[in-house]
């Protein structure tokens, strides 16, 4: 039928799934670097694409149905968190994505079945096969099957604002505060990936990763806001 049928049956095998057609979730699989080193065949950035819109309209109908209590300021700070690429590695880490990916050699060797932005990426790229395979029913079973509890748990309130926080806390003890800045950007057009660096007079305190300009931001800012010894430099 097609090569690597063995890593295709292997992941729906290990993840108790069933696909009409399994190229779908061949394609779901296949990075661009590998690709490109079989003579540009077809990957998984289109997949991706569609993915990460059934995942957003998932999670967001969700938290519509089940917290009718929340704003929709609120649900929209859920939903950032929910979506963003620290939960999809989460997701991805559960299922050891990581192991049945088709990489290219250079991204093999430079530790690309870890990598966060792919590994992101490669789960909204099975969302899509699984919409594409059984429907929309079947994609949102997935997603919750696999987020509902981490939903439960931003839902309750851990949907920190870390770069408001940080701002807040740094111009409360220096006349100078934090600024941010992309020190990276990678990826397609239609599926970018940033790298944020948050500094402190003209120094940078650490950078954070996201699949956009503000969720890498955020990321940055979590990661002093829970560094006591970068705290103490900025005198807080």
């Not at 079989?38 to 957003?56: I, P, S, T």
């Amino acid at each position: 039928m097609f090569s690597n049928d063995n890593l295709v049956r292997s992941f729906l095998n290990d993840n108790e799934l069933v696909f009409n057609d399994e190229k779908l979730l061949y394609l779901a699989l296949t990075h661009p670097s590998y690709a490109q080193e079989k003579n540009n065949m077809r990957n998984n950035q289109r997949l991706e694409f569609l993915g990460d819109a059934v995942l957003n309209f998932v999670v967001a109908e969700y938290l519509y149905n089940r917290y009718a209590n929340k704003a929709e300021g609120e649900l929209t700070k859920i939903r950032a968190k929910v979506v963003c690429e620290k939960a999809l590695m989460s997701v991805a880490r559960k299922i050891d994505l990581g192991q049945y990916l088709l990489l290219g050699r250079g991204e093999e060797m430079s530790g690309g079945r870890k990598r966060k932005s792919i590994l992101a990426d490669a789960v909204e790229s099975v969302i899509a096969a699984i919409y594409l395979d059984q429907g929309y029913e079947a994609a949102r079973a997935f997603i919750l099957k696999h987020l509902e509890d981490f939903i439960s748990q931003i839902a309750g309130g851990d949907y920190y604002d870390y770069k408001s926080k940080l701002q807040e806390l740094v111009q409360g003890k220096n006349k100078e505060n934090v600024s941010y800045s992309i020190i990276e950007e990678s990826g397609p057009a239609h599926a970018k990936s940033f790298v944020a660096g948050v500094f402190f007079r003209e120094k940078i305190l650490a950078s954070g990763e996201g699949k956009s300009k503000k969720e890498a931001e955020q990321n940055a800012a979590e990661k002093v806001m829970k560094d006591k010894d970068l705290l103490n430099k900025l005198g807080i």
